[in-house]
């Protein structure tokens, strides 16, 4: 057999065994892809219209191993619950969290306790802070009264004026004696430079990375998901006063960005025993990164009444048997009589979502959706762009916000519940992001995520019946396969 011969059987050889990999690849993405058909679908389009980088890709990010991180999360959520036993938290929360008389609130306590980490609780006062002025304005103010500890994170801290001045804060109260804890994400915080905590450690503050990019072979050889990102925004100060919502740290929030603009944005207060929650939720977050478990009374002090706000904290993440947030935001909607005004930077919506967002507009329920005009996702945009004609055929009223970028992650449903958080309304956010959203149930806060809302409205423009009809047969085309990849946004 001639050397030519040989080299060309070597060959044959190799292309067969790729093919057979390729082929295994897909079967791997229909046996371990059963929640989600679209995603499936998704998936094998991508691997078969990009052949090896699309196999490459789902071999590092695609894999949904919800059951392998579970049972390491949930080894991490034994360690923390044992730390806290004496302190009997859920019962403690669920001791003020009774004797509600309205049916559909207690339909969402029940769905609260079979999915969120900690129940519903009353005797909060919740306010809402629009934009970043006055909510680091706030923050800022509840730090510097810091008596024992500060615990916050974020998704993106920026190593610009603000970033550092946040820092600097941190540090003169670690100075003062306060225990400061900050938790950030590697890729949304992945502008700051190595040395960016060193005067808060030089000064007693700890600060940690959740999923750093360092340790990515490692953890993919564990077969885990680097896309697995920590989305959350909490500040807890002496386990009294939370923040969360949907503002980072940095000058582009403050809408000082000249690429960016104008940027609108919400944020909430609390007081009362939900700020537990939010602990909660942070100290699991901590534990997970550091493997420091923090269960001391002071991190859980008792909570006076602070006012009549009935909070389910509703924390999601692919740790969860459940996709807890979507869960949540689609019994709200199904349980509306009036009205759903939902604001949301980006909107690529599950089934789920779709369908409870159609039927209540069928049944002749007010359902308004604020979105940006222009987003800084470009593909991101089109495949939103896909879901609006057969909503607006349904009723669905859609507006695009043109004073900057709207950013902003809020409902509100009546004049019954409302909620802001960390989720978008999209489907990274429901199924693989670490998200929390605070759902308030109180007339007050209601009232006023709803008139800021209306003011909102005046900045944006309506999405009329007649807009499929203007839009060109390519841009179509285009926003079609935008939506086939939606899943994977």
Same mark, same amino acid.
């Not at 800022?140 to 001045?165: K, L, M």
């Not at 919502?245 to 809408?255: A, F, P, Q, S, T």
């Not at 089109?382 to 950013?407: D, K, M, N, Q, T």
């Given at each position: ?87 009997? +938290? ?114 007693? $503050? ?71 929650? +939010? ?11 550091? $493997? ?24 999601? $993440? ?153 839009? $060109?047969?390519?841009?179509? +085309? ?12």
């Amino acid at each position: 057999m001639s050397l030519g011969t040989d080299s060309v059987i070597v060959t044959a050889v190799l292309e067969l065994l790729a093919v057979m990999a390729h082929i295994a690849v897909i079967g791997a993405v229909l046996v371990t892809r059963r929640r989600d058909p679209s995603a499936t679908i998704a998936w094998i389009l991508f691997i078969v219209v990009a052949p090896f980088v699309g196999a490459l890709v789902y071999l590092a990010m695609g894999r949904t191993r919800i059951r392998r991180t579970a049972k390491r999360f949930s080894r991490a959520e034994a360690t923390l619950r044992a730390v806290l036993s004496r302190h009997d +938290l859920r019962r403690r929360l669920s001791e003020r969290g009774g004797g509600w008389a309205d049916e559909r609130t207690q339909a969402m306590v029940r769905l609260g306790d079979a999915i969120a980490s900690t129940p519903a609780s009353t005797g909060n006062a919740t306010r809402a802070l629009v934009n970043a002025d006055a909510t680091y304005r706030e923050i800022t103010q509840a730090i510097n009264q810091a008596r024992h500890h500060v615990h916050v994170e974020f998704y993106i801290i920026q190593p610009d004026a603000v970033g550092s001045g946040l820092r600097d804060l941190l540090t003169e109260r670690a100075a003062a004696g306060v225990e400061v804890r900050v938790l950030c994400d590697a890729i949304g915080s992945n502008a700051l430079p190595s040395g960016f905590w060193a005067p808060l450690r030089k000064a007693g $503050g700890h600060a940690a990375v959740f999923g750093p990019l360092s340790k990515f072979l490692p953890r993919w050889r564990r077969r885990d998901r680097v896309d697995f990102r920590n989305h959350r925004k909490i500040v807890v100060v002496d386990g009294r006063v939370g923040f969360t919502g949907g503002i980072n740290v940095g000058r582009e929030y403050l809408g000082l960005d000249p690429s960016i603009g104008g940027w609108r944005d919400t944020h909430v207060r609390i007081e009362g025993t939900a700020v537990l929650s +939010l602990q909660q939720t942070f100290l699991r977050d901590w534990l997970m990164t550091t $493997g420091e478990a923090l269960g001391d009374e002071h991190y859980f002090p008792d909570c006076p009444s602070a006012g009549d706000c009935l909070v389910q904290v509703i924390d999601s $993440g692919p740790d969860q048997s459940w996709p807890s947030v979507e869960i949540y935001y689609a019994q709200a909607i199904a349980l509306a009589r009036e009205r759903v005004w939902i604001t949301s930077p980006y909107f690529i919506p599950s089934q789920v979502i779709e369908s409870a967002l159609t039927v209540a507009a069928l049944r002749g329920v007010d359902v308004r959706l604020l979105l940006p005009h222009k987003s800084d996702l470009r593909l991101v945009t089109l495949a939103s762009h896909s879901y609006y004609a057969p909503l607006l055929h349904a009723g669905v009223r859609i507006f695009e916000y043109a004073r900057g970028f709207v950013h902003a992650k809020t409902m509100v449903v009546d004049e019954w519940v409302t909620t802001i958080g960390s989720a978008n309304m999209d489907m990274r956010s429901f199924n693989l992001n670490f998200e929390l959203n605070v759902f308030v149930f109180g007339r007050q806060l209601c009232q006023d995520i709803g008139n800021q809302f209306c003011l909102d409205l005046k900045a944006a423009t309506e999405v009329r019946g007649e807009w499929e009809r203007r839009t $060109g047969l390519g841009r179509r +085309l285009v926003r079609g396969f935008a939506r086939l990849l939606s899943p994977l946004l």
